[in-house]
């Protein structure tokens, strides 16, 4: 059973950090390309942060010089740094794992930030 399991969000002020963890079970991590998305209310769900197998690593505009994304092979866990936050970034942060070769997706359920003072 496949399972991702989101942690660290939380409440913060603005020009905070808070750092997500997601932990992976049930799939071979070091295949998976890992994906942070986001999605506040009222508004569609966004792509934050790829990191590829090979460690390939892509930023949202809205997030590049702020957020960091990295991952722990070793521990099957991803991981998403997030800096100087503002309250646009108020919104659930769901994890994504794709397959490198047959793309075959998962989500976490999701944690929520709240950037407010």
């Known amino acids: 059973q496949v399972q991702l399991v989101e942690s660290g969000g939380g409440l913060v002020q603005p020009g905070g950090s808070l750092r997500l963890s997601c932990a992976a079970s049930g799939i071979i991590f070091n295949l998976n390309h890992m994906r942070w998305f986001r999605q506040a209310p009222g508004k569609e769900r966004e792509l934050v942060a790829t990191?590829?197998?090979?460690?390939?690593?892509i930023y949202a505009d809205s997030v590049k010089g702020r957020f960091t994304i990295s991952r722990d092979n070793a521990k099957n866990t991803v991981f998403l740094q997030m800096n100087s936050l503002k309250p646009e970034d108020t919104a659930v942060y769901y994890c994504?794992?794709?397959?490198?070769?047959?793309?075959?997706?998962?989500w976490g359920r999701g944690t929520l930030v709240t950037v407010s003072s």
């Open positions: 994504n794992a794709v397959h490198s070769l047959n793309k075959q997706s998962y």
């Open positions: 990191i590829s197998n090979r460690d390939g690593i």
